[in-house]
Every structure is written in C-alpha cells, then in structure tokens.
C-alpha cells in the first residue's frame, strides 16, 4: 500500500470531485504537501480524517462542526458527537412522521371530497368552527390566492402544510343579492374543532349547502340556486355566504377537477327576527 495518493486517485476513490478536495483543504481540515512537481500528495492521515469528513457530512454536520471535532479527536468528544448525531437522527424520524401524516391526510382530503355529490342542495347541522381570519376587501377571483398567502405568512409557524389547509372566503348575502358575486369581505383557514387559540368562531347551525365542481365562473348561478331552495324550504339565510375551497388549485390545474362548496346558516322563517 502506497504512503501517499494524488489528488485524482483520492477524489476517484471517495466519490467527490477534485473541487471538493481543494474545498476541504482550504478549511484546514485535511493538508496534504506538495511533492517536488507540485501536485498534491494525501497521506494516509489525510485518507482517515477524510473518511470521518465524508461520515459527518452525510449525517448534515456543517464544516465547522466537523472541524472543531477533528480538532479534538477523543473520546469524550466522539460521545458528545454521537449524542449529538442521535439527537439530530430522532429530529428527523419526527419531521418525517409529520410529513408522513400530512401526505395521508391529504391523500385522505382528495379521496373524500372527489366523491362528494356535485349538485345536491341539502341542509345540514355543522357544528361551531375555530378559525383563523385575514379581513380584506376582494373584488376578484385572482385576488384570494394572495390574500390567503398573506393569511399564510401571519400564522407559518403553526400552519405549515398550506397545501392541506381547509381554506373558505365569506361574502356578504346584501352583495351577493345586488349580482356582485365574488365581493369577497375575509378569507379565513379552518381550524380542528377544539383548537384554543383563534380569531373566529363560525357559529353552529343548520346550513344549507350546495357542492359544485368545475369552474368558479359558474359560482353566481349556484348561489342563486342555493338561495331559492333556502326560500323554497321556508328558511331564511341568516349568515354570509363561505366558499370553501375544498379542491382547487394547491391541487390541480384542470378547473373541471375544482370541487368547491356554498354554505349559508339557516333559520326558519318563523324565527326571523322583527
């Protein structure tokens, strides 16, 4: 076995471009001489201390780290380092069980909400909703993905899956009648029932609700078809009109796979008040 390699016999035999080397050896953390030509000669120190680079770097140790270690190669240091390691380990495992759950509960989310019967006006008891709400004034569609991005950027820390976020926006029943459909007066996200902290609590109740698939070019004409069948049930609407987004553009392109939902809180007529 030789005492000492060159640098392309070394990058050949650990996988890594000759760069990284060059890289390595500005940081100090391998120092390989000179021979008489001027190339690069690596010693077997250099091959062990490369080997441990190679090891830490794969588990996501920064340079520094790996450094100060190599400085302080004992023991004592090496336990720190694998506590250090397994900590970092079990982090991951965590996130990983995170992401594992919120791709089945999206996987969940789209196997639901395809199936839903398009169409249908049925009136329903919902029960209260925590929620998270951005107050704005929207006049257009293109208008609510930035508004629910802003909602977003307040609340990131603890909404990190927007993806799988329950998303609505509220318009006012007055605009809706008067033909301004998609005058849009908040956006809010849905939270699980119980939640502690929240901005909005939507109130339990009956509400009369209508799933629609396709376009939102078509959502004026079901929320007309949601109003009569309100008037023709004897109810009266007592709430704003939500838009829930329940399929829509965080998961495909292709409008007619948009399933999106109308719901209104109802009352009967003889408890209209005044």
Known sequence: MKN?????????LYGVGTDTLRYYERLGLIRPRRGENGYRLYSLRDIY???????LRQLGFST????????DLSIGNTQALLTEEQQLIRQRIKQLHQIDRAIS???????QYAALPAGEISVRPVSERPCLLFNTDISRDEEVDFAIKKL????????????????????RLDEVRAGRFGHYHSVFFLLEPGTAEYDLLLPSGEYACLVYTGSYRAAPLHAQRLLEEIERRGLYAAGDLLELYHIDNRYTVREEEFVTELQIRVERESKRPG
């Open 152 to 171: 977003h950027n307040r609340h990131a820390d603890t909404i990190r899956d927007l993806g799988g976020q329950a998303i609505g926006a509220g318009m």
């Open 64 to 71: 520094d780290r790996i450094s100060a270690y190599l400085d």
């Open 4 to 12: 000492e390699y060159m640098i392309k016999e070394l990058a050949r």
């Open 105 to 111: 509960e999206r996987q969940k989310h789209l196997k």
């Open 49 to 55: 201390r490369l080997t441990i680079i190679r090891d």
